[in-house]
C-alpha cells in the first residue's frame, strides 16, 4: 500500500518536472528519461510515455512529430493551460515547504 502512494505522489513530482523542462523548450521521452535520472528517478519508457500521452490529453502538453535521423520524433511543450497548472504547482509547493520549514 505505501508504495502505491509513493508511486502516484512521485508521479505528480514527475509530472511537475515534464512540465518545467516542456515550458523552458521542447522535450522528447528519452530526453526526458535521461533528465529524471539524474535526480533519481528510474523511469522505463513504459511508463513515460502513457504520462506524456495523458497531459497531452488532458491539453497540458502540445505535441509535434519532427522528423531526426529519418525517424519521426514527437516533442512536447507546454500549452497556456500547462503553464497555468505548473505556475499553480509552484505556489503551492512553495507554500508547503515554507509551512514545513517553519
Known sequence: MEERVLRKLFLGFIQIHILHHAKMEPIYGMW??????EHGY????????PVLHTMEKEGLL??????????????????TLGTEVLDEARK?????FKEIKD
Not at 32 to 37: G, K, Q
Request: charged residues 30%; aromatic residues 14%.
Open 32 to 37: 526526458m528519461l535521461e533528465e529524471l535520472a
Open 62 to 79: 502540445f505535441k509535434e512529430n519532427r522528423l531526426v535521423e529519418g525517424k519521426i520524433r514527437k516533442y512536447y511543450t507546454t500549452t
Open 92 to 96: 503551492k509547493a512553495y507554500e508547503l
Open 42 to 49: 528510474n523511469l522505463s519508457a513504459g511508463t513515460l510515455y
